[in-house]
């Protein structure tokens, strides 16, 4: 079981007994669905909506869904999730967003807390984890396990001269922990909603930004410093 820690950002009432309303945004059917039946014992918790990709959860939201936490994943076909974080954040500021990734934190959670998110969770996570995610960041406090706060500390301490994944956008990194674990460029550019020329031109700007020649040395860095598994 994950070990966490909640912070308070703002006071956020609730009438008495008002259930959370969450929406799942996720492409996979079987995870949303798996997140639904965790999140469907508790009295305090409702699932109002299920989307498969950002454009379809801004189609919801738009009509008039009322939702309270969004559980989301970065990456979707299409727009991604952290597209759709940064434009939530901008446009319903009252939203509270919680990324469930599997990704693992070293990868993406000081991007994406910084960027606006109030929790970061892997989807590893088990039932009464989730549970209590969703409870904290549905209630206007942030969920942050001790691996977030060590990484947010340390960027915090950190200058100009700090780890050159940090030179890297969030598409970038994307693209770069997939070469990493070896996907191949069809593949990412099925999961990332992009052409395989685009993800071509975006490897060549990784090696660009991070003065490395192949795939091999950008696996050999991410294994060094955990950007993957």
Known sequence: ???VRETETQDT???????????????????RAGVREMLS??????????AGSAEEALQ??????EVDVVVLDITLPGQSGIDLLKQLRRDRPELA????????????AVRLMRAGANGYVPK?????ELVKAVR????????????????????????????LHNRLSERELQVFTRIATGISPAVMANELGLSVKTVSTYR??????MGMRSNAEIAAYAVRNQLVE
């Open 124 to 128: 590893m996570i088990v039932p009464e």
């Open 13 to 31: 009432y609730r009438a008495p007994h008002t259930p959370i309303r969450v929406l799942i945004v996720d492409d996979h059917a079987i995870l």
């Open 41 to 50: 014992d508790e009295e305090d918790l409702e699932v109002v909506g299920e």
């Open 1 to 3: 079981m994950l070990d």
């Open 136 to 163: 904290a960041v549905g209630t206007g406090r942030r969920y942050i396990t001790p691996v977030v706060a060590e990484l947010l500390a340390s960027e915090c301490a950190a200058q100009e001269d700090g780890p």
């Open 204 to 209: 060549a700007r990784i090696l660009e930004k």
């Open 60 to 65: 919801q939201l738009e009509s008039g869904l």
């Open 97 to 108: 967003i919680l990324v469930l990734s599997m990704h693992p934190e070293r990868s993406f």
